[in-house]
Structures are given as C-alpha cells and as structure tokens.
C-alpha cells in the first residue's frame, strides 16, 4: 500500500460511510491523481538534468577555450623568448662574456603570462671560451595554466677583425729610429712603413701607402687594402663596465728605498764586508736599535757594500745617502762610491763628494745623486761606502738608502691580480683595474700584473717598465694586457729578470701563481715581458730591448727605437676579447627549432 492508498483508507475509516459506488469512483480518482503526480516529478528532474548537462558541457567548452587560449599564448611567449634571445646576440658583440651557461632571463612578464629564456653551450657548457662554439637559446612561455618550451641552435660565423693577424698594426705609421723590429708574423700599416738610421724590419710587412726607408728582410708589400680593425669608441665599455676603478691618489709619489737591511736592524745581512768586520752596535744608533760599526779595515775602501745589480736603470738619476759617526778626534773624509760593470763599459765608478765627520760631530748625513749609465748588459753594481786614501779607522754607519729621484706616481715592487690590490680594498675577479691618471704621469716597472690594465689620460712622459723589468699577463687568458686611452704611452722595459731577492718581495704568493707554482719565498726570477694584447687609442712607442707574447695595436703610430720583438697569439684572432669582436653573422641551424627533450 503506497502513501496515497493508505491516507484514502485513513480518510474512509473516519468519515462516514458512503455507497459502494461512490467509494469505487473516488478511488479510480485516486489513482489518476497520483499517476499523474508522478509523471510530473519525472519530467521536471529530466528538464534539471538536461539544464546541468547543458551547463556542464558548456563549462567544458568554456575551459576548453581557455586552455587552448592559454596554450596558444605560452606557444607565441616562448617564440617570443627565442627572438628576444637573437635580439641579446645580435645588440652585444660581448655577449659570451656577458651571459653565463644558463637562465638568462627568468619569469619576465609578457601579456598575460610570462618567459624565461636559457642560453647554453652543448660543447662544453662554457659559452665564453671558445668562439666557433654553437649555442643553444630555450624559451619557455607560460600563461593560465599552460607551460610552452621551445628551442633553436645558433651557429656563429665570422669573429675575428682582420688586424687581429697581425702581430703589429699601425693605424697610422710604423716608425722604426735607428731599430730592428723582429717579429715571426706581419707588421702592418694604415699609412706609411719608414725606418731610419740603418733600421730593419725582420717580418713581413704591409702597408696601404708607402714602404719608405730601412731594410726590409722579408716579404714587403705596399698599396694592400686597409685591415678592418675595431672602433676605438667602443674597445673600452666592457672593461670600464665590468673594471675595478684605482684612485690615482692610491699610487705612490716617489720611489721606495730599494736598500735591504738599510738600518742593520737584522745584523749584517744582506751586507758584505770589503776587506774589513762588519760588527754590531748598539751603543750609537741614529735611529732603531742597531747601527753597524765599520773594523778591521786594511785598506781605504774597505767598507759595508750592497750588490744592487738588478736594482738600476740605466740613465735614471738616483738619490743615494747614509749616516756615519766618526770614532776619532780628527775629521775624516767619507764618500758614497758606485762600481758599474757591463759588457759594452766594463768598469766604471761614480763617487759623491767628501762628507768629513770626527767623534764630537756625532751622526752626519752623506748624500749624492748619481745617474749610472753604461752599455752592453750590466754585469754587476755595489754600493759602497769608502774613506779617503790612508784613513783606515774604526767608523759608525746607519740607514742607508737608493731611491729613484721623481716624486710621480708609480706602480713598482708589488703584485697587482684579481687576488691582490695594493691601492684600494676591492679586487676584481676577472683582474680587470681601471686608472684615470687625469694627465698624471705613471711609470709601472719592477713589478708583476696579472690582469687587463686601463689607463686613461696618462701624461706624456709615462712608461711601462722606464728601464726596469716587469713581468705581465692578463688574468683572463686572451684578455687584453694593457689598453691606454687619450694619449700616448712609451713601453720600455729591460730585458733583465725581475728579481725577487733584489727587490725584496715575493711575486708568485697564494693566488698569483707563475706557471702555476706557488710559494713564500723570494728566490724567483722571472723574465721581463708582457704576455698578451697591447692597445692604444694614441701613438705607442717601444723602446729598450722589450719583448710582446702576443699582438700590438694602435689607432695611430707606432714607434720603436732599439730592438722590439714580438711573438705572435694567433688566439686573439680565433678567440677575440671583448671589445676586439667583430661583427658576426649568427645563423640558426636547420632543423634545429623543436621542443627541449626535458
């Protein structure tokens, strides 16, 4: 008995009874209504289904479009990141150096979503080390929910400038006074080649103008068409923009005294006694706690001396000077004394005027400016110090001292790398300094440099080596040795080893390895060179037997005077610094644009 038949019953059990004909039409009515009930539940749910499927499906094609949509946008993000990937390459000849293997850009906004953009080296995930290396771009695009990746491989064409095969070029001349120019590649010029004074040009040689005077031993052409070379305005913006700046005011004025032991504080090293005893004395002192008294003399010039051999230049005017204490009642006359020997002057001496000085003067000051000069190679120098003929008495000695007259700036006697900077507190990994010298001279000698120095400004007059030995080479291997802006520079060091004894200082310590060996003390010598790219918007000029590993390039002449030799780097042609790039043809490889296997 359903609901409805059971209420009818209820019903007919309280109300009064009726006809059986009555209750027989009544129930039939019944019967009709609750059919009829039904029926209307059953079409209203179908009409509820019909209108949710109606509403589902429609919600279903609403996504649908919306992740087509979305998919579509990520597809036309990530072509977006590959474009804006050429786009770096193509704006920045630097850009091996100015982007790392990796994300390049990541999550940059774009329409509704945004792209994140990858440039890696398949060879050997190094994009900077070699220029022939492909490199592939990888952009991803997102937007909604949907994820697009994409990738293309671009094949560099065409790197290297013209000029960077040669191991000189000369913008303008190539002048060579009274020199000879060895080189084992072509010398080239944008102008004239001249030698005067009997020069000779040991390389090949090219030029777009004239072939003028000198000897010419190899193949020599002129009326050859211009090298394409880099633009002078542009060489410098990657390393002013990635350089550690210098403060001129950081550089010495004037030069250090290169006396070792000067004031005896360490007893007599580094002294040798010349015909005489070197003995100890702490009772006189002019200054510290020790002085040196001068015994046992048996002859005149018997007396404390140093070996200063790898200490002088030659034609450079030193201040030399001491401070003695006579021991008698009587004056007696003192002298500096310089002994020169070298293969062209064989022995040649210098000696100051007389300082006389007795027991009651107490300490006196004997001083003198002396220019050694001689020629050939040095064999050997010594200071001295001396009495007059006869006068073999005891004498007091303190606080001798050499230094180079000059009171300019200087980089000498110090080691300059991404891991040390003797004139400020901030290193610079890739050993890139940057000088304004502001129209200051600067001379760099006897010192080490591994990095890419930049000097702007330098006043005429400044030297690379001034006579004396350095020892150069960039950090970054195939960077740039030396790039000098506004004026010209004079690059003259000696072919002499730069000495660590002479000069005091360990010039390989932890972090500037020479030939990757390491150490803490000062035994090394090292040869007086620099390895690597010399650049100048100006004239440069060569002079004093000094030797280039590498190439010389100047927007305007060059000049040498004495022997120049340098040997070729045919890797800056293959793999050009930054700012030495030449316009290259980036070409996509074909078949290339697919989807990254990750």
């Not at 019953?9 to 209750?23: E, F, G, L």
């Not at 209307?40 to 919600?59: E, P």
């Amino acid at each position: 008995m359903n609901y409805f038949e059971f209420a009818m019953t209820w019903k007919m059990h309280r109300a009064p009874r009726q006809p059986r004909a009555n209750v027989q039409r009544m129930t039939v009515l019944a019967r009709r209504q609750g059919s009829l009930y039904v029926h209307v539940m059953f079409v209203s749910l179908t009409v509820s289904l019909l209108g949710m499927a109606a509403l589902t499906t429609s919600r279903i094609h609403r996504r649908m479009n919306e992740a087509g949509t979305d998919a579509a946008a990520a597809r036309l993000y990530a072509q977006a990141a590959l474009r804006m990937g050429m786009l770096r390459l193509e704006q920045n000849p630097n850009w091996r150096f100015t982007y790392t293997h990796g994300v390049w850009e990541s999550d940059v906004t774009i329409g509704d979503g945004a792209y994140t953009l990858a440039g890696l080296d398949p060879s050997d995930s190094d994009l900077a080390d070699q220029p022939e290396d492909p490199v592939i771009l990888i952009g991803t695009g997102r937007c909604g929910g949907a994820t697009h990746k994409m990738q293309i491989t671009l094949c560099p064409v065409n790197r290297g400038y013209s000029v960077l095969k040669t191991a000189i070029y000369s913008g303008n001349d190539l002048k060579l006074n009274a020199a000879t120019l060895n080189c084992d590649q072509t010398a080239a010029a944008n102008h004239d080649a001249d030698g005067t004074g009997g020069s000779a040009f040991n390389c090949d040689v090219e030029v777009v103008n004239n072939l003028k005077g000198g000897v010419y031993n190899g193949d020599a052409q002129a009326g050859v068409a211009p090298r394409t070379q880099p633009d002078p305005a542009k060489v410098f913006d990657f390393y002013l923009a990635h350089g550690t700046w210098i403060d001129k005011s950081a550089l010495p004025q004037g030069y250090a005294n290169v006396v070792k032991n000067p004031g005896f504080e360490n007893g007599a090293n580094d002294w040798q006694a010349a015909n005489c005893t070197l003995l100890d004395d702490t009772g006189k002192v002019h200054s510290g706690l020790h002085a040196v008294r001068v015994a046992s003399r048996t002859a005149n010039t018997a007396g404390p001396e140093q070996d200063v051999t790898n200490l002088l230049d030659r034609g450079v005017a030193y201040d030399a000077s001491a401070w003695i204490h006579g021991l008698t009642t009587d004056d007696r006359r003192y002298f500096l004394r310089l002994i020169l020997v070298s293969t062209g002057s064989g022995t040649a001496t210098m000696t100051s005027g007389e300082t006389k000085a007795k027991a009651t003067d107490g300490w006196k000051q004997i001083s003198h400016t002396m220019t050694p000069t001689w020629t050939g190679a040095l064999i050997s120098a010594k200071l001295q110090l001396i009495t007059a003929a006869g006068e073999l008495d005891d004498f007091l000695a303190d606080d001798f001292s050499l230094k180079e007259v000059g009171t300019d700036r200087n980089i000498s006697r110090v080691v300059l790398s991404p891991q040390s900077n003797p004139f400020g507190a901030t290193t610079n990994p890739r050993g890139i300094y940057i000088i304004d010298l502001d129209d200051t001279k600067l001379f760099i000698k006897y010192a080490r440099i591994i990095g890419t120095l930049v000097l702007l400004k330098p006043k005429a007059g400044s030297a690379i080596g001034a006579g004396g030995p350095v020892s150069w080479e960039p950090a970054v291997p195939g960077f740039p040795a030396l790039l000098v802006r506004d004026k010209e520079m004079l690059i003259n060091p000696s072919n002499a080893g730069l000495n660590e004894y002479a000069n005091g200082i360990n010039l390989n310590p932890p972090g500037a390895a020479y030939g990757g060996v390491v150490d803490a003390d000062q035994s090394d010598i090292y040869p007086s060179q620099i390895n690597g790219l010399i650049y100048g918007t100006h004239t440069l000029k060569f002079a004093n037997q000094s030797r280039v590993n590498g190439l010389v390039l100047s927007a305007d002449n060059i000049e040498i005077s004495d022997t120049f030799n340098a040997t070729y780097n045919s890797g800056y042609f293959f793999n050009p610094p930054p700012g030495f790039l030449a316009p290259e043809q980036i070409r996509i490889l074909l078949d290339s644009a697919k989807k990254p296997l990750n």
